[in-house]
């Protein structure tokens, strides 16, 4: 498995940006498709965006055309830029990782908070 850290979160208005990261170790990072989770307090955790090993993105409704994940194949780094937060992006945002054969993500990450509240 691959070890993931999540950093970035935080307060912000409605409106404002944030860019959380996710530093991947352990094994190599290239391999694996990667995906934001987020879960609100009393909601399911639900995937926001995800990225495949080549690169190919696809997002939640919710979220497309305000955030985008990218991948730094060096730094062995996960972004979620985030534009135009609005409060029902409120969550605590997870990293996961899984590699092409799994059918379902199996390494996460500890969470970061982020709060859209004015």
């Known amino acids: 498995q691959v070890q993931l850290v999540e950093s970035g979160g935080g307060s912000v208005q409605p409106g404002g940006s944030l860019r959380l990261s996710c530093a991947a170790s352990?094994?190599?990072?290239?391999?694996?498709?990667m995906g934001w989770y987020r879960q609100a307090p009393g909601n399911q955790r639900e995937l926001v965006a995800s990225i495949t090993s080549g690169g190919s993105t696809d997002y939640a409704d919710s979220v497309k055309g305000r955030f985008t994940i990218s991948r730094d194949y060096v730094k062995n780094t996960v972004y979620l830029q985030m534009n135009n937060l609005k409060p029902e992006d409120t969550a605590v945002y997870y990293c996961a990782a899984k590699t092409q054969l799994q059918e379902s993500y199996d390494s996460w990450g500890q969470g970061t908070q982020v709060t859209v509240s004015s």
């Open positions: 352990g094994s190599i990072f290239a391999l694996y498709f």
